[in-house]
């Protein structure tokens, strides 16, 4: 059984642009761990939040830098999330 890909994901230069759209089921934003260090970066202002594992939720307002191997998830808001992400 695959697993279902809660975004989108479009490539450019160096980074990449990820839509979590509105009618995503909060049920697929799984916690999880990435193998890259990364910093994500709202494009638009969002209400959705942002997790580390034994913290507590934030506004996603600014960059986030996500060391590889951290437990964290991302918590539905209203309306798209879209994110820059750099992966380094």
Excluded: A, C
Aim: net charge negative.
């Amino acid at each position: 059984m695959s697993q279902k890909i809660p975004f989108q994901e479009e490539t450019k230069e160096g980074y990449f642009i990820r839509i979590f759209t509105s009618e995503v089921n909060p049920e697929d934003l799984k916690w999880h761990i990435d193998k890259e260090d990364r910093i994500i970066e709202p494009i638009e202002k969002t209400d959705w939040l942002f997790q580390f594992d034994n913290q507590l939720p934030f506004s996603i307002d600014s960059k986030i830098e996500i060391k590889k191997g951290t437990w964290h998830r991302i918590i539905k808001g209203t309306g798209e999330l879209v994110l820059k992400i750099v992966k380094y």
